[in-house]
């Protein structure tokens, strides 16, 4: 069995994680969710079953700490474009276009087996909150800058964009997807505009 090794410690364990967490969701891809041991996922990410056991119990605690991951990634993408250059209201609309985009690059993931799993688990809670206190800061933002609407609180707002986007995973098109974006804009805007 290959053993990962690394410099350091810290990069080691992150290697071990890394592994852990995309051998896991290959596995679960190819195989379904009900047949993956957690000794599958040792032997093919090259660890040992109690290395695998001192970071994860079972299958399910890989997988959503691999959603996680996922989230955080499109956080961070996230939050990239909102310091790009420009107003508040065209980067909001950057961030926008690019959380709608990610809505419809996943729709046939989020039609999986592994995605209904993860999607019913208390960490999808804590994931969507997370995007949606984003979305908040950025319509806040916004709006101190007399650029979006203040006359409903942003939470709500933020609200109203994820929900509104999620129909960004059937979107037919590149440009089906920006006009739903351009219709959500729209709604943020302060009245009036």
Known sequence: ???????????????????????????????????????????????????????????????????????????????????????????????LEAYALIQHDLREAHATELAVHLHAGEHVIKAQRRLQDFLREVLSEGAAAGELRDDIVADELANYCLHALAAAANAPSKPALRRLVAVTMAGLLPPGR
Do not use: C, N
């Not at 090259?46 to 056991?53: C, D, K, M, N, P």
């Open 1 to 95: 069995m290959p053993k990962l090794w690394s410099r350091t410690v810290a990069s080691h364990r992150r290697a071990v994680r890394d592994a852990t967490l995309d051998t896991a969701a290959t596995l679960v891809a190819r195989h379904g969710l009900r047949s993956v041991t957690m000794s599958q996922i040792a032997e093919t990410a090259g660890i040992g079953r109690a290395t695998l056991y001192k970071y994860f119990p079972d299958v399910e605690s890989i997988l959503a700490a691999w959603h996680e991951r996922q989230v955080s990634a499109h956080v961070e993408h996230l939050k990239a474009i909102r310091t790009g250059s420009g107003s508040a209201r065209e980067r909001l609309e950057a961030v």
